[in-house]
């Protein structure tokens, strides 16, 4: 899980709730394979609530606070965030697979 990683990016910029957000919910929704816990996916669904109005990135548009007050998402995914997905369990398995699976 990324709770720490993804919990000291967001404490430096706000923004980044965003792609956060939507990373957390692909990789749970679409891949049944969650990159943090459920209680940091709630407190970052918290959070984007509590700062929406001060909230500036280009992936905004993707969301409403309709989604967040549902505490599900069911919309489109960015290709930009299911690349990023993608990239991250492909490094994971690396790291953590067999020395076969490295190469």
């Not at 404490?11 to 209680?39: C, F, G, Q, R, V």
């Not at 909230?55 to 690349?83: C, M, N, V, W």
């Amino acid at each position: 899980m990324y709770d720490t990683i993804a919990e000291s990016i967001i404490t430096k910029n706000k923004n980044m709730l965003i792609p956060w957000y939507l990373m957390a919910a692909y990789a749970y929704y679409e891949l049944d394979d969650p990159i943090i816990s459920d209680a940091m996916f709630d407190s970052i669904t918290f959070l984007l609530i509590e700062n929406w109005y001060q909230i500036d990135h280009f992936h905004k548009s993707y969301l409403t606070i309709g989604d967040l007050e549902a505490g599900t998402f069911l919309g489109k995914y960015p290709s930009r965030i299911q690349y990023a997905i993608k990239y991250i369990k492909h490094i994971e398995k690396k790291l953590t697979g067999t020395l076969e699976d490295f190469f």
